[in-house]
């Protein structure tokens, strides 16, 4: 019985951290087709999810806190366009995230690229102090610029 339970919460907790991060698309272009129909922002993500401390505590400050997720799921798309040192990516996944990279001209991480439904660049944001409110009081002021 104790096992039953201990699996039970494994697989309950395993299903918390996947429906956490499902709102994140990596795919650039299924995501604009998106933003499109739904006629949301985009958010990109430049990030070097595992070495780049900096977007390590944007994502735990940021986009793990209800406050975004609820933000998110009513105005925007998330695409997340990673750079990892050791987790495995596609070829398909790195070479899209090369171009737009080379595209949107990032120089560092974490690099937050705002575009409109159109996919027009409305603005460019990085890491800020303030968490979840100072993040979207600074996208709201991208979007009605």
């Given at each position: 019985?104790?096992?039953?339970?201990?699996?039970?919460?494994i697989v309950f907790l395993s299903?918390?951290?996947?429906?956490?991060?499902?709102?994140?698309?990596?795919?650039?272009?299924?995501?604009?087709?998106?933003?499109?129909?739904?006629?949301?922002?985009?958010l990109l993500d430049f990030t070097?999810?595992?070495?780049?401390?900096?977007?390590?505590?944007?994502?735990?400050?940021?986009?793990?806190?209800?406050?975004?997720?609820?933000?998110?799921?009513?105005?925007?798309?998330?695409?997340?366009?990673?750079?990892?040192?050791?987790?495995?990516?596609?070829?398909?996944?790195?070479?899209?995230?090369?171009?737009?990279?080379?595209?949107?001209?990032?120089?560092?991480?974490?690099?937050?690229?705002?575009?409109?439904?159109?996919?027009?660049?409305?603005?460019?944001?990085?890491?800020?102090?303030?968490?979840?409110?100072?993040?979207?009081?600074?996208?709201?002021?991208?979007?009605?610029?």
């Amino acid at each position: 019985m104790k096992r039953l339970l201990l699996v039970g919460t494994i697989v309950f907790l395993s299903a918390a951290f996947v429906r956490a991060d499902s709102n994140w698309l990596t795919n650039y272009d299924e995501a604009k087709t998106k933003a499109k129909s739904d006629n949301k922002f985009l958010l990109l993500d430049f990030t070097g999810s595992d070495w780049c401390g900096w977007c390590k505590r944007l994502k735990a400050e940021v986009f793990s806190k209800p406050q975004f997720q609820d933000y998110a799921a009513k105005n925007l798309v998330l695409v997340e366009l990673d750079f990892p040192r050791a987790k495995p990516q596609t070829q398909e996944v790195k070479k899209q995230n090369m171009q737009l990279a080379s595209q949107y001209r990032i120089e560092g991480f974490p690099t937050i690229v705002v575009l409109n439904a159109d996919g027009q660049k409305i603005g460019e944001l990085g890491y800020m102090e303030g968490g979840a409110e100072a993040f979207i009081a600074a996208i709201e002021k991208l979007r009605k610029s």
